[in-house]
């Protein structure tokens, strides 16, 4: 067979206004041409999981939803799928499907929500693909009926066992950056996190070798790739992310990963991330203070608890070098209009190097969603295509939806301005010469 692998690329964002502004916004455009091109790691991992003997091709369907026509050459299309462009996914799908293609998907909103995708696919896969994709790939050759299957039905990923993914596939098309795992899943639940609710298995990490064995893989075919970890969680564990980090110094690869703040009480950690060539880390606070973020994380309501040190926090990740991406959530039910100037004030306080602010935005399969669900605050259900961070598609507790949309119009205007970007990049560098040059 040939079997394409379809990623659907870009950002999403549906708000008019927020978009008009997004384009004139230095900081704001600067991110999104970062992140706007990532390959999809999870295809590559079903390619390199492709049993022997088929043809594959990588494919983008770029953001208006446009897909290649070589796509209808195929025989199987695997489509990743988020719920932002799940309608764009599921037209693409329906009219490769027309056209006589199999068409399978997979990935976190159809994980959640695999029933609705059997309208518009022949297989939808739940769960981590790697061990279910021969089992499609079987099912399509011997032309099956549709059908929904489940990873939980086979034998879970051995994150030990997993293959160098397919970068090869992505042929001459060049990315800003490459993706890579060390880790999957988080430990903690934040009640809006969409990362972690398709994982059945716990917070895993890879081992360092084989890390280093696909970093490897990326530089040979483009060297000096700049690395994104799509991990959830880096560093939970410090000692083996310090036994990571000791392995990629040699690797000289430059790096950004996601993690959470607890990094900052290990300056050996901070001081080996920075020498293995971490340039940043992107830490959700999702708000100044801790009022906000009580009973956000359901485990040990870490968020809460955080909130006091994250001025030093920050302070001490920046002074090793490694800038902090400082991401805040707007909406949180403890919020009221007067978090976007809050925002504002703490934003010149902890210096990050790099601000990201979003809307709380309930992603099927979390329990914000079922929570909100129940208390009659989704304003349109269903509206998966709002699912972008950008678009308000809940009644806030504290404030207006118009209130919310207004904040972060307001709130965007005064942090992604070419002066307040020049400045809080000038409060990391000094923050870095105390640190270095201390009086
Ligand atoms: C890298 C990344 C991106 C890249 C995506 C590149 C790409 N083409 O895949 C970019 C920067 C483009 C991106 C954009 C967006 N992202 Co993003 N992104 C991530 C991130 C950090 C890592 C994803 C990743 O690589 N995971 C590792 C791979 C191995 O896992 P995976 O993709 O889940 O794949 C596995 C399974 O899902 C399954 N699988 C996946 N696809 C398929 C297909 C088939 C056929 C089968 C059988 C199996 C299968 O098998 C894979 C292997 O086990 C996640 C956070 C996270 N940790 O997941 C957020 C995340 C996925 N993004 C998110 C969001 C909201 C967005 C945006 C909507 C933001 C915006 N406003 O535009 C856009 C929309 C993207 C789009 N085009 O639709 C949310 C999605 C929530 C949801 N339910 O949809 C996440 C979870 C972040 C968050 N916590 O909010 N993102
Ligand atoms: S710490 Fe981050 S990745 Fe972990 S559950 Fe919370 S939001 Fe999700």
């Known amino acids: 067979m040939k079997i394409g692998f379809l990623a659907m690329s870009g950002v999403r964002a549906h708000d008019k206004k927020l978009l008009e502004l997004g384009l004139t916004l230095p900081g704001f455009v600067e991110r999104s041409r970062t992140i706007a091109s990532l390959p999809s790691l999870g295809l590559l991992y079903l390619a390199a999981r492709t049993p022997a003997g088929h043809e594959m091709r990588y494919f983008e369907a770029e953001s208006n939803g446009a897909e290649a026509p070589e796509v209808y050459s195929c025989d199987l299309v695997a489509i990743s799928t988020f719920s932002a462009q799940i309608f764009e996914a599921y037209a693409i799908a329906d009219r490769l499907r027309k056209a006589g293609v199999k068409v399978a998907l997979g990935g976190l909103h159809v994980s959640v929500l695999p029933e609705e995708a059997l309208d518009h696919a022949d297989y939808v896969v739940t769960g981590e693909g790697e061990n279910v994709w021969p089992a499609v790939v079987a099912a399509a050759t011997r032309a099956a009926p549709p059908a929904i299957f489940r990873a939980a039905d086979f034998e879970p990923v051995d994150i030990a066992q997993l293959p160098v993914p397919r970068f090869d596939l992505l042929g001459h098309r060049t990315y800003n950056r490459y993706t890579i795992q060390t880790t999957r899943g988080c430990p903690w639940r934040c009640d809006f996190c969409a990362s972690t609710v398709m994982l059945q298995a716990p917070y895993r990490r890879r081992p360092v070798d084989q890390v280093?064995?696909?970093?490897?893989?990326?530089?040979?075919?483009?060297?000096?790739?700049?690395?994104?970890f799509a991990d959830d969680n880096t560093f939970v564990d410090k000692p083996w992310g310090k036994e990571l980090c000791r392995a990629l110094v040699p690797l000289k690869v430059k790096w950004f990963t996601e993690t959470d703040v607890?990094?900052?009480?290990?300056?050996?950690?901070?001081?080996?991330?920075?020498?293995?060539?971490?340039?940043?880390?992107?830490?959700?606070?999702?708000?100044?203070?801790?009022?906000?973020?009580?009973?956000?994380?359901?485990?040990?309501?870490?968020?809460?608890?955080?909130?006091?040190?994250?001025?030093?926090?920050?302070?001490?990740?920046?002074?090793?070098?490694?800038?902090?991406?400082?991401?805040?959530?707007?909406?949180?039910?403890?919020?009221?209009?007067?978090?976007?100037?809050?925002?504002?004030?703490?934003?010149?306080?902890?210096?990050?190097?790099?601000?990201?602010?979003?809307?709380l935005t309930p992603f099927p399969g979390t329990p914000l969603y079922e929570r909100l669900r129940r208390e009659g605050r989704l304003l349109e259900p269903g509206a998966w295509h709002l699912c972008t961070l950008f678009d308000v598609n809940?009644?806030?507790?504290?404030?207006?939806?118009?209130?919310?949309?207004?904040?972060?119009?307001?709130?965007?205007?005064?942090?992604?301005?070419?002066?307040?970007?020049?400045?809080?990049?000038?409060?990391?560098?000094?923050?870095?010469?105390?640190e270095r040059n201390p009086v």
Request: charged letters at 25%.
């Open 262 to 359: 607890s990094v900052a009480e290990d300056a050996e950690l901070l001081e080996l991330m920075h020498q293995a060539g971490c340039r940043q880390v992107l830490i959700g606070l999702e708000s100044p203070s801790a009022g906000p973020l009580a009973g956000l994380e359901q485990r040990a309501d870490r968020k809460a608890r955080w909130a006091a040190r994250y001025v030093e926090a920050v302070g001490a990740i920046q002074s090793h070098g490694v800038t902090v991406n400082a991401c805040f959530i707007l909406g949180l039910d403890g919020q009221t209009t007067a978090v976007f100037g809050e925002i504002l004030q703490f934003v010149e306080e902890v210096a990050a190097f790099d601000v990201q602010i979003t809307l």
């Open 394 to 434: 809940y009644q806030p507790a504290g404030m207006t939806p118009q209130e919310l949309r207004e904040g972060i119009y307001w709130l965007g205007e005064h942090l992604y301005g070419e002066e307040a970007t020049r400045r809080r990049r000038k409060g990391f560098f000094s923050q870095l010469n105390r």
């Open 212 to 228: 280093v064995r696909d970093i490897r893989v990326i530089e040979e075919l483009h060297p000096q790739a700049f690395i994104e």
